[in-house]
T-cell receptor
């Protein structure tokens, strides 16, 4: 199957700093990627839909100025957590699907990035 | 708003027993997908159901999509320790758009 990578896999930062997380589709082009966050023992909450070449679509309650998304190419989307605070500590996961696979939609998930804000 | 409810939240079974998790949407789905997440891992796609009343099998796993395309179930026959993990359903309301995850059912197994 298709592979989605994320970098870094984990990061620890001080409160007030910004952290950038990269999501790459390694062997396919992804015009759309999704960003999720997952708190311990909870489900995945969709944060935003990242569209190549256009602005991201944020879910209700997600601050777009705090979680900056840039989908600069067909294989790369970035999520920047600006002025991070301890409550932003979470597991961030991206996903992507291939265009053209109309019969079977399969979303490929990255391995996730664990963010800890001190 | 669009919501996908999933029950039960936890299920602890003896190895060899069956297991079922259920999902229900407040509105009609375009399709529903099922994922498995092992502890410490990321969600892994299991299957997608698209047609009303569809039933699909993968070895010991049976997936069903309701006639009204609002509910779905995953049934595992004769569980094994390798089945441990959290099973999520995820509903899509229009083709190739965002998906909404259920809360997940965490399956643990007594050997």
């Amino acid at each position: 199957g298709a592979v989605v990578s994320q970098h870094p896999s984990w990061v620890i930062c001080k409160s007030g700093t910004s952290v950038k997380i990269e999501c790459r589709s390694l062997d396919f082009q992804a015009t759309t990627m999704f960003w999720y966050r997952q708190f311990p023992k909870q489900s995945l909450m969709l944060m935003a839909t990242s569209n190549e070449g256009s602005k991201a679509t944020y879910e209700q309650g997600v601050e777009k100025d705090k979680f900056l998304i840039n989908h600069a190419s067909l294989t790369l989307s970035t999520l920047t957590v600006t002025s991070a605070h301890p409550e932003d500590s979470s597991f961030y996961i991206c996903s992507a699907y291939e265009e053209g696979r109309a019969n079977v939609f399969e979303q490929f998930f990255g391995p996730g990035t664990r963010l800890t804000v001190l | 708003g669009q919501q996908v409810m999933q029950i039960p939240q936890y299920q602890h079974v003896q190895e060899g027993e069956d297991f079922t998790t259920y999902c229900n949407s407040s509105t009609t789905l375009s399709n529903i997908q099922w994922y498995k997440q092992r502890p410490g891992g990321h969600p892994v796609f299991l299957i997608q159901l698209v047609k009303s009343g569809e039933v699909k099998k993968q070895k010991r796993l049976t997936f069903q999509f309701g006639e009204a395309k609002k509910n779905s179930s995953l049934h595992i026959t004769a569980t094994q320790t390798t089945d441990v993990g959290t099973y999520f359903c995820a509903g899509e309301y229009s083709s190739a758009s965002k998906i909404i995850f259920g809360s997940g059912t965490r399956l643990s197994i007594r050997p």
